[in-house]
Protein backbone atom coordinates (compact mmCIF):
# COMPACT_ATOMS: atom_id res chain seq x y z
CA UNK A 1 0.00 0.00 0.00
CA UNK A 2 1.10 3.51 -1.18
CA UNK A 3 1.82 6.33 1.74
CA UNK A 4 -0.53 8.46 -0.33
CA UNK A 5 -3.48 5.96 -0.23
CA UNK A 6 -2.86 5.65 3.75
CA UNK A 7 -3.01 9.30 3.99
CA UNK A 8 -6.54 9.50 2.61
CA UNK A 9 -7.02 6.79 5.08
CA UNK A 10 -5.98 8.60 8.15
CA UNK A 11 -7.57 11.68 7.11
CA UNK A 12 -6.17 13.96 9.69
CA UNK A 13 -6.32 17.61 7.59
CA UNK A 14 -2.84 18.82 6.63
CA UNK A 15 -1.33 15.65 7.50
CA UNK A 16 0.14 12.97 5.48
CA UNK A 17 1.74 10.12 6.26
CA UNK A 18 5.23 8.95 4.94
CA UNK A 19 6.04 5.64 6.50
CA UNK A 20 3.80 2.88 7.63
CA UNK A 21 4.53 -0.54 9.24
CA UNK A 22 1.82 -3.05 8.89
CA UNK A 23 1.97 -6.45 11.45
CA UNK A 24 -0.13 -9.25 10.03
CA UNK A 25 0.60 -11.42 13.18
CA UNK A 26 -0.50 -8.48 15.89
CA UNK A 27 -2.63 -7.11 13.68
CA UNK A 28 -1.18 -3.66 14.19
CA UNK A 29 -0.32 -0.73 11.67
CA UNK A 30 2.00 1.95 12.26
CA UNK A 31 1.73 5.30 10.45
CA UNK A 32 4.43 7.74 10.62
CA UNK A 33 2.96 11.23 9.90
CA UNK A 34 3.96 14.99 9.41
CA UNK A 35 2.83 17.95 7.61
CA UNK A 36 2.13 18.63 4.56
CA UNK A 37 4.24 20.69 2.40
CA UNK A 38 2.30 24.39 2.14
CA UNK A 39 0.80 23.31 5.96
CA UNK A 40 3.85 24.95 7.95
CA UNK A 41 1.66 27.44 10.18
CA UNK A 42 2.14 26.94 13.58
CA UNK A 43 0.22 27.64 16.63
CA UNK A 44 1.28 28.44 20.25
CA UNK A 45 -1.16 26.17 22.92
CA UNK A 46 -0.89 28.59 25.02
CA UNK A 47 -2.32 31.57 23.47
CA UNK A 48 -3.56 30.78 19.81
CA UNK A 49 -1.07 33.03 18.15
CA UNK A 50 -0.01 32.06 14.69
CA UNK A 51 4.03 31.64 14.17
CA UNK A 52 6.21 30.73 11.61
CA UNK A 53 9.66 29.31 12.79
CA UNK A 54 9.36 26.12 14.78
CA UNK A 55 11.95 26.09 18.04
CA UNK A 56 12.47 22.30 17.56
CA UNK A 57 10.55 19.35 16.06
CA UNK A 58 9.54 15.88 18.90
CA UNK A 59 7.44 12.56 17.92
CA UNK A 60 4.46 11.69 19.81
CA UNK A 61 2.83 8.16 19.73
CA UNK A 62 -0.70 8.23 20.09
CA UNK A 63 -3.48 5.60 19.60
CA UNK A 64 -6.16 6.17 16.73
CA UNK A 65 -8.63 4.62 15.83
CA UNK A 66 -8.51 0.70 14.62
CA UNK A 67 -8.45 0.28 10.49
CA UNK A 68 -10.03 -2.46 9.87
CA UNK A 69 -8.75 -5.20 12.10
CA UNK A 70 -5.81 -3.73 13.04
CA UNK A 71 -4.95 -1.60 15.62
CA UNK A 72 -3.90 1.92 14.99
CA UNK A 73 -0.69 3.30 15.98
CA UNK A 74 0.20 7.21 14.52
CA UNK A 75 3.87 8.41 15.29
CA UNK A 76 3.06 11.98 14.90
CA UNK A 77 5.72 15.24 14.26
CA UNK A 78 5.23 17.83 16.82
CA UNK A 79 6.68 21.09 16.97
CA UNK A 80 7.32 23.78 19.61
CA UNK A 81 7.59 27.04 18.86
CA UNK A 82 9.04 29.87 20.76
CA UNK A 83 5.84 32.60 21.54
CA UNK A 84 7.09 35.79 22.19
CA UNK A 85 4.45 35.80 24.86
CA UNK A 86 4.52 32.07 26.24
CA UNK A 87 8.31 31.45 25.87
CA UNK A 88 8.64 27.56 24.55
CA UNK A 89 5.53 25.58 24.12
CA UNK A 90 4.05 23.03 22.04
CA UNK A 91 2.06 23.52 18.83
CA UNK A 92 -1.52 22.84 19.17
CA UNK A 93 -2.45 20.24 17.06
CA UNK A 94 -6.32 19.54 16.77
CA UNK A 95 -6.11 15.80 16.55
CA UNK A 96 -3.94 15.69 19.68
CA UNK A 97 -6.15 17.70 22.33
CA UNK A 98 -4.41 16.37 25.45
CA UNK A 99 -1.11 15.01 26.59
CA UNK A 100 -2.59 11.55 26.63
CA UNK A 101 -1.19 9.27 24.17
CA UNK A 102 -5.27 9.45 22.12
CA UNK A 103 -6.08 10.89 18.87
CA UNK A 104 -8.99 13.24 19.55
CA UNK A 105 -11.87 11.03 17.51
CA UNK A 106 -10.18 7.89 19.71
CA UNK A 107 -11.13 10.03 22.83
CA UNK A 108 -14.44 10.88 21.35
CA UNK A 109 -15.42 7.10 20.36
CA UNK A 110 -14.56 6.10 23.56
CA UNK A 111 -16.50 9.02 25.45
CA UNK A 112 -19.46 7.91 22.86
CA UNK A 113 -19.09 4.29 24.24
CA UNK A 114 -19.38 5.42 28.17
CA UNK A 115 -22.55 7.21 27.52
CA UNK A 116 -24.73 3.98 27.36
CA UNK A 117 -22.32 1.23 28.59
CA UNK A 118 -20.42 1.30 31.98
CA UNK A 119 -16.71 1.84 31.49
CA UNK A 120 -16.26 -1.66 32.58
CA UNK A 121 -17.36 -2.88 28.97
CA UNK A 122 -15.86 0.16 27.06
CA UNK A 123 -12.54 -1.14 28.53
CA UNK A 124 -12.79 -4.36 27.31
CA UNK A 125 -14.04 -3.18 24.01
CA UNK A 126 -11.12 -1.13 23.17
CA UNK A 127 -8.67 -3.08 25.22
CA UNK A 128 -7.61 -0.38 27.53
CA UNK A 129 -8.41 -0.17 31.41
CA UNK A 130 -10.88 0.82 32.70
CA UNK A 131 -9.31 3.66 35.04
CA UNK A 132 -7.91 5.06 31.67
CA UNK A 133 -10.97 4.53 30.09
CA UNK A 134 -12.54 6.82 32.90
CA UNK A 135 -9.95 9.24 32.71
CA UNK A 136 -10.62 9.90 28.30
CA UNK A 137 -14.41 9.60 29.33
CA UNK A 138 -13.77 12.95 32.02
CA UNK A 139 -12.08 14.25 29.37
CA UNK A 140 -14.21 14.19 26.52
CA UNK A 141 -17.01 15.86 28.63
CA UNK A 142 -14.82 18.68 29.99
CA UNK A 143 -14.33 19.37 26.29
CA UNK A 144 -18.49 19.21 25.34
CA UNK A 145 -18.52 21.12 28.62
CA UNK A 146 -16.62 24.18 27.70
CA UNK A 147 -18.21 24.30 24.57
CA UNK A 148 -21.76 24.45 25.45
CA UNK A 149 -23.08 27.97 26.57
CA UNK A 150 -25.03 27.16 30.06
CA UNK A 151 -28.76 28.04 30.38
CA UNK A 152 -30.29 30.30 32.66
CA UNK A 153 -31.44 29.11 35.88
CA UNK A 154 -35.07 30.58 36.70
CA UNK A 155 -36.55 27.37 38.09
CA UNK A 156 -34.85 25.08 40.36
CA UNK A 157 -34.93 21.96 42.05
CA UNK A 158 -33.05 20.59 45.10
CA UNK A 159 -32.86 17.40 45.93
CA UNK A 160 -30.69 15.07 47.98
CA UNK A 161 -28.86 11.48 46.93
CA UNK A 162 -27.75 8.67 49.33
CA UNK A 163 -24.26 8.19 47.56
CA UNK A 164 -23.80 4.49 49.75
CA UNK A 165 -22.18 4.08 53.28
CA UNK A 166 -19.50 5.92 52.77
CA UNK A 167 -20.48 9.18 50.94
CA UNK A 168 -23.34 9.59 52.11
CA UNK A 169 -25.72 12.42 50.83
CA UNK A 170 -24.93 14.77 48.65
CA UNK A 171 -27.38 17.91 47.53
CA UNK A 172 -28.14 18.11 43.71
CA UNK A 173 -28.83 21.18 42.44
CA UNK A 174 -31.07 20.89 38.99
CA UNK A 175 -32.33 23.43 36.27
CA UNK A 176 -35.91 22.91 36.06
CA UNK A 177 -36.34 24.54 32.51
CA UNK A 178 -33.12 22.53 30.51
CA UNK A 179 -33.87 19.21 33.22
CA UNK A 180 -30.88 19.15 34.15
CA UNK A 181 -28.39 18.95 37.02
CA UNK A 182 -26.04 22.09 37.52
CA UNK A 183 -24.58 21.53 40.40
CA UNK A 184 -23.56 18.80 43.08
CA UNK A 185 -22.20 19.25 46.76
CA UNK A 186 -21.65 17.48 50.00
CA UNK A 187 -23.72 16.75 52.56
CA UNK A 188 -27.21 17.93 52.83
CA UNK A 189 -26.46 20.58 55.29
CA UNK A 190 -27.55 24.13 55.08
CA UNK A 191 -24.03 25.23 54.56
CA UNK A 192 -23.57 23.19 51.48
CA UNK A 193 -26.76 24.72 49.65
CA UNK A 194 -25.09 28.25 51.15
CA UNK A 195 -21.90 27.06 48.86
CA UNK A 196 -24.57 26.80 45.84
CA UNK A 197 -25.67 30.48 46.59
CA UNK A 198 -22.14 31.96 47.38
CA UNK A 199 -19.61 30.03 45.28
CA UNK A 200 -22.05 29.19 41.60
CA UNK A 201 -24.06 32.38 41.10
CA UNK A 202 -23.82 36.27 41.57
CA UNK A 203 -26.07 38.19 43.15
CA UNK A 204 -28.29 39.04 40.03
CA UNK A 205 -28.58 35.15 38.84
CA UNK A 206 -29.71 34.73 42.83
CA UNK A 207 -32.25 37.29 42.00
CA UNK A 208 -34.12 35.58 38.79
CA UNK A 209 -34.50 32.09 40.96
CA UNK A 210 -38.22 32.20 40.72
CA UNK A 211 -39.42 28.99 41.84
CA UNK A 212 -37.47 26.01 43.69
CA UNK A 213 -38.75 22.28 43.88
CA UNK A 214 -37.41 21.40 47.34
CA UNK A 215 -37.66 18.15 50.00
CA UNK A 216 -39.87 19.71 53.16
CA UNK A 217 -36.09 19.78 54.49
CA UNK A 218 -35.74 22.69 57.12
CA UNK A 219 -31.93 23.50 55.73
CA UNK A 220 -32.71 23.72 52.32
CA UNK A 221 -35.59 26.43 52.59
CA UNK A 222 -33.67 28.39 55.56
CA UNK A 223 -30.49 28.51 52.76
CA UNK A 224 -33.02 29.45 49.98
CA UNK A 225 -34.51 32.09 51.58
CA UNK A 226 -31.77 33.92 52.72
CA UNK A 227 -29.86 33.61 49.17
CA UNK A 228 -32.85 34.00 46.84
CA UNK A 229 -35.66 36.44 48.07
CA UNK A 230 -37.76 36.43 44.84
CA UNK A 231 -37.75 32.51 45.11
CA UNK A 232 -40.71 30.64 45.69
CA UNK A 233 -40.53 27.31 47.68
CA UNK A 234 -42.62 24.46 45.93
CA UNK A 235 -42.87 21.19 48.01
CA UNK A 236 -43.69 19.23 44.92
CA UNK A 237 -45.81 16.25 44.35
CA UNK A 238 -42.74 13.69 44.29
CA UNK A 239 -41.09 14.83 47.48
CA UNK A 240 -44.40 14.72 49.09
CA UNK A 241 -44.91 11.19 48.16
CA UNK A 242 -41.48 10.47 49.19
CA UNK A 243 -42.63 10.72 52.38
CA UNK A 244 -46.20 8.83 51.84
CA UNK A 245 -44.07 5.85 50.30
CA UNK A 246 -42.03 6.37 53.93
CA UNK A 247 -44.73 6.34 55.98
CA UNK A 248 -46.51 2.94 54.79
CA UNK A 249 -42.81 1.53 54.10
CA UNK A 250 -42.54 2.36 58.13
CA UNK A 251 -46.78 0.50 58.86
CA UNK A 252 -45.26 -2.27 56.88
CA UNK A 253 -42.21 -3.33 58.88
CA UNK A 254 -43.79 -2.92 62.06
CA UNK A 255 -46.80 -4.81 60.95
CA UNK A 256 -43.70 -7.41 60.02
CA UNK A 257 -42.23 -7.19 63.52
CA UNK A 258 -44.92 -7.45 65.55
CA UNK A 259 -46.97 -10.31 64.39
CA UNK A 260 -45.08 -13.33 63.67
CA UNK A 261 -45.57 -16.51 61.98
CA UNK A 262 -47.86 -16.09 58.48
CA UNK A 263 -48.11 -12.94 58.86
CA UNK A 264 -44.48 -12.04 58.53
CA UNK A 265 -44.19 -14.96 55.40
CA UNK A 266 -46.99 -12.63 53.75
CA UNK A 267 -45.59 -8.73 54.23
CA UNK A 268 -42.37 -10.00 53.61
CA UNK A 269 -40.68 -9.01 50.19
CA UNK A 270 -43.72 -6.80 49.26
CA UNK A 271 -41.92 -3.92 49.83
CA UNK A 272 -41.84 -2.98 46.35
CA UNK A 273 -45.44 -4.35 45.73
CA UNK A 274 -46.84 -1.37 48.80
CA UNK A 275 -44.63 1.34 47.23
CA UNK A 276 -46.18 1.24 44.12
CA UNK A 277 -48.97 2.88 42.20
CA UNK A 278 -52.47 0.23 41.99
CA UNK A 279 -52.96 1.43 37.86
CA UNK A 280 -49.15 0.67 37.57
CA UNK A 281 -49.50 -3.46 38.67
CA UNK A 282 -50.45 -6.22 37.16
CA UNK A 283 -53.46 -8.25 37.45
CA UNK A 284 -51.37 -10.98 39.32
CA UNK A 285 -49.78 -8.48 41.67
CA UNK A 286 -53.16 -6.77 42.36
CA UNK A 287 -54.17 -10.10 43.10
CA UNK A 288 -51.13 -10.44 45.56
CA UNK A 289 -51.90 -7.11 47.31
CA UNK A 290 -55.68 -7.94 47.69
CA UNK A 291 -54.35 -11.22 49.60
CA UNK A 292 -52.12 -9.39 51.87
CA UNK A 293 -54.88 -6.79 52.72
CA UNK A 294 -57.49 -9.24 53.28
CA UNK A 295 -55.24 -10.54 56.50
CA UNK A 296 -54.21 -7.22 57.64
CA UNK A 297 -56.69 -4.25 57.56
CA UNK A 298 -53.59 -1.51 58.86
CA UNK A 299 -51.52 -2.08 55.75
CA UNK A 300 -54.89 -1.60 53.98
CA UNK A 301 -55.73 1.28 55.30
CA UNK A 302 -52.16 2.71 55.14
CA UNK A 303 -52.16 1.93 51.06
CA UNK A 304 -55.48 3.10 50.68
CA UNK A 305 -54.10 6.70 52.22
CA UNK A 306 -50.81 6.74 50.71
CA UNK A 307 -52.63 6.26 47.02
CA UNK A 308 -55.40 8.64 47.59
CA UNK A 309 -52.82 11.22 48.54
CA UNK A 310 -51.95 11.32 45.22
CA UNK A 311 -55.05 13.10 44.21
CA UNK A 312 -53.84 16.58 45.69
CA UNK A 313 -52.31 17.40 42.73
CA UNK A 314 -55.03 16.90 40.54
CA UNK A 315 -56.51 20.41 42.00
CA UNK A 316 -55.69 23.40 40.74
CA UNK A 317 -57.12 25.81 43.31
CA UNK A 318 -55.51 26.51 46.99
CA UNK A 319 -59.34 26.21 48.12
CA UNK A 320 -60.29 23.13 46.77
CA UNK A 321 -56.41 21.77 47.57
CA UNK A 322 -56.90 22.64 51.45
CA UNK A 323 -60.33 20.97 51.64
CA UNK A 324 -59.09 17.72 50.39
CA UNK A 325 -55.84 17.81 52.43
CA UNK A 326 -58.77 18.47 55.29
CA UNK A 327 -60.69 15.40 54.17
CA UNK A 328 -57.33 13.03 53.84
CA UNK A 329 -56.69 13.90 56.98
CA UNK A 330 -60.17 13.31 58.68
CA UNK A 331 -59.56 9.49 57.74
CA UNK A 332 -56.69 9.12 59.68
CA UNK A 333 -58.80 9.45 63.22
CA UNK A 334 -58.87 6.16 65.07
CA UNK A 335 -56.48 4.47 62.72
CA UNK A 336 -53.38 4.50 65.03
CA UNK A 337 -51.65 4.76 61.90
CA UNK A 338 -48.77 6.98 63.83
CA UNK A 339 -46.35 7.46 60.34
CA UNK A 340 -49.40 8.93 58.43
CA UNK A 341 -50.01 11.20 61.56
CA UNK A 342 -46.66 12.11 61.14
CA UNK A 343 -46.67 12.84 57.58
CA UNK A 344 -50.77 14.80 58.49
CA UNK A 345 -48.39 17.33 60.71
CA UNK A 346 -45.20 17.66 58.29
CA UNK A 347 -48.23 18.35 55.51
CA UNK A 348 -50.26 20.98 57.61
CA UNK A 349 -46.80 22.97 58.71
CA UNK A 350 -45.48 23.29 55.23
CA UNK A 351 -49.03 23.87 54.08
CA UNK A 352 -47.97 27.49 52.36
CA UNK A 353 -45.47 25.64 50.15
CA UNK A 354 -47.61 22.67 49.01
CA UNK A 355 -50.34 25.14 47.69
CA UNK A 356 -47.26 27.17 45.92
CA UNK A 357 -47.88 24.28 43.10
CA UNK A 358 -51.27 25.88 42.60
CA UNK A 359 -49.64 29.81 42.39
CA UNK A 360 -46.60 28.83 40.60
CA UNK A 361 -46.13 26.71 37.40
CA UNK A 362 -43.14 24.20 37.78
CA UNK A 363 -42.80 21.57 35.17
CA UNK A 364 -43.51 17.98 37.09
CA UNK A 365 -41.60 14.96 37.11
CA UNK A 366 -38.55 17.01 36.25
CA UNK A 367 -36.67 16.71 39.75
CA UNK A 368 -37.50 12.73 39.49
CA UNK A 369 -36.48 12.09 36.43
CA UNK A 370 -32.86 13.63 37.30
CA UNK A 371 -32.64 11.74 40.48
CA UNK A 372 -33.14 8.74 38.65
CA UNK A 373 -30.77 9.18 35.73
CA UNK A 374 -27.93 9.87 38.43
CA UNK A 375 -29.11 6.67 40.28
CA UNK A 376 -28.70 4.72 37.30
CA UNK A 377 -25.79 5.75 36.64
CA UNK A 378 -24.69 5.22 40.04
CA UNK A 379 -25.42 1.74 39.90
CA UNK A 380 -23.68 1.15 36.34
CA UNK A 381 -20.66 3.04 37.51
CA UNK A 382 -20.52 1.32 40.97
CA UNK A 383 -19.66 4.12 43.11
CA UNK A 384 -18.49 8.25 41.65
CA UNK A 385 -15.18 9.25 43.93
CA UNK A 386 -14.86 12.33 41.77
CA UNK A 387 -18.32 14.24 41.78
CA UNK A 388 -17.46 16.30 38.67
CA UNK A 389 -17.53 13.45 36.38
CA UNK A 390 -20.41 12.40 37.44
CA UNK A 391 -21.89 15.69 37.48
CA UNK A 392 -20.91 16.13 34.16
CA UNK A 393 -22.35 12.27 33.42
CA UNK A 394 -25.28 13.10 34.41
CA UNK A 395 -25.51 16.58 32.18
CA UNK A 396 -24.41 15.08 29.15
CA UNK A 397 -27.16 11.89 29.87
CA UNK A 398 -29.97 15.16 30.15
CA UNK A 399 -28.93 16.88 27.06
CA UNK A 400 -28.64 13.72 24.78
CA UNK A 401 -31.94 11.98 26.52
CA UNK A 402 -30.24 8.78 26.48
CA UNK A 403 -32.27 7.76 29.31
CA UNK A 404 -34.71 9.71 31.12
CA UNK A 405 -37.19 6.41 31.79
CA UNK A 406 -38.43 8.45 34.48
CA UNK A 407 -39.17 11.26 32.65
CA UNK A 408 -40.99 9.56 30.05
CA UNK A 409 -43.00 7.72 32.81
CA UNK A 410 -43.97 10.84 34.12
CA UNK A 411 -45.00 12.91 31.10
ZN1 LIG B 1 1.73 31.81 23.15
Not at 14 to 19: I, L, M, N, S, T
Not at 28 to 51: A, F, I, P
Request: charged share 30%; hydrophobic share 40%; net charge positive.
Amino acid sequence: MRDTDLTKLLGWPGYRVYRHEIDEEAKTLKLWVRRKRGHQKLVCSGCGRELEKAHDVNERVVHDLPCMEFRTTVVVEVYRVCCPDCGIKVEKVPQLPTKAPFSKRFEDAVGQACESAAARQVALRFGLAASTVRAIDLRYLERWAADRRKPVLAQMGVDEIHLGKKQKFITVVSNLDSAEPVWFGRERKKETLDGFFEGELTGRQRMRITAACVDMWEPYRLSIEQWAPNCRIVYDKFHVMQHANKAIDEVRRAEFFRKGGVMRGLVKGKRWLLLSRWMNLSSTKRQELTELFAMNRKIFKAYLLKESLDRLWTYRSEGAMVNYLHRWIDQLRWQRLKPFQKLAETLVSHLDGILNYCRTKVPLGIVEAINGNIKCLLRRGRGYRNLSYLLLKAQRMAATRTEFVAFRKAA
